[in-house]
């Protein structure tokens, strides 16, 4: 199974907790995160780190800000062996390569159609805090010729909010309760983790991220606070999760420049970079 979007996996957040908490007054915030509220200006998401979302939950009925991993890990995954092998890739006893399996992301129309997503779907949803995410625009180079050279040149862009009220964007997400058993090497006794992982959901490109995002044409599902709050509502229908996991945020409400080819090795990856060979128009 090859699984790849091939987006949104470079996000910025530099939000204050009490940002979140303003829009959201009635949100529970987990005690590790009132004490440590990681923000940072580029966010990578191959790396795997804990990253601030919003649940249900059971328990309480009441919203949660909670850590949970980017990159969902399916249940089948049993230890982290395995979980290495399936982001990463492996070559196995035959010489066959088994591509990695990036989860990311989840494709909102196929949520239902995905054995690895569907109970999540269904039960386990997410709203996860951004305050922008960062994409690639291809252009493709005109030769001496004036033919269309086959390699494109990538711009990268950052893309926020247009009035920045609220000072951040939530994404709809799924997750799920990795549970997991690994060797404890100082006592050789196998112990149990239960460890949250999640995807964000994405969608076809509204006008703007169309013409960015012009290899893909996907962009994350960016939620209005009304969506928001109905997407981690219990008992929703198939129909109307898949509604929602389609819905476009409207172009005219975002913004994007260009930035530095090297953002992320940059103090301000965010920074505007004009490059003299670009004809954009941004909406």
Request: aromatic fraction near 12%; charged fraction near 25%.
């Amino acid at each position: 199974m090859k699984i790849l979007n091939k987006m949104c996996y470079h996000i910025s957040f530099q939000t204050k907790l009490e940002s979140i908490l303003d829009y959201f007054p009635d949100l529970v915030v987990d005690p590790q995160l009132s004490m440590d509220f990681p923000t940072a200006a580029y966010i990578n998401g191959f790396d795997r780190k804990p990253h601030q979302v919003m649940v249900t939950s059971r328990k309480d009925g009441k919203k949660h800000l909670t850590l949970m991993m980017w990159g969902f890990i399916p249940k089948y995954i049993k230890n982290g062996a395995a979980a290495e092998k399936f982001v990463n890739g492996y070559t196995d006893e035959n010489g066959r390569y088994n591509q990695p399996i990036i989860t990311l992301n989840a494709m909102g129309e196929e949520l239902f159609d995905k054995p690895m997503y569907k109970e999540a779907a269904q039960n386990n949803r997410c709203v996860v805090f951004v305050d922008g995410i960062y994409e690639w625009q291809h252009i493709f180079p005109i030769g001496k010729k004036g033919q269309r050279l086959k390699t494109p040149v990538k711009y990268p862009y950052h893309i926020f909010l247009k009035d920045k009220t609220p000072p951040f964007i939530m994404m709809a997400g799924i997750w799920n309760v990795w549970t997991h058993e690994e060797l404890v090497e100082e006592t050789g006794e196998l112990k149990t983790y239960h460890t949250p992982t999640f995807s964000i959901v994405t969608t076809k490109a509204n006008a703007l991220m169309e013409k960015i995002h012009n290899s893909k044409k996907r962009m994350p599902t960016i939620l209005t606070k009304e969506l928001a709050l109905e997407w981690i509502q219990p008992g929703l229908s198939k129909e109307r999760i898949t509604e929602i996991a389609a819905f476009q945020y409207p172009a005219e409400m975002m913004e994007a420049h260009s930035i530095a080819k090297d953002f992320q090795k940059v103090v301000n990856p965010k920074d505007k970079y004009e490059y003299k060979e670009l004809q954009e128009e941004m909406c």
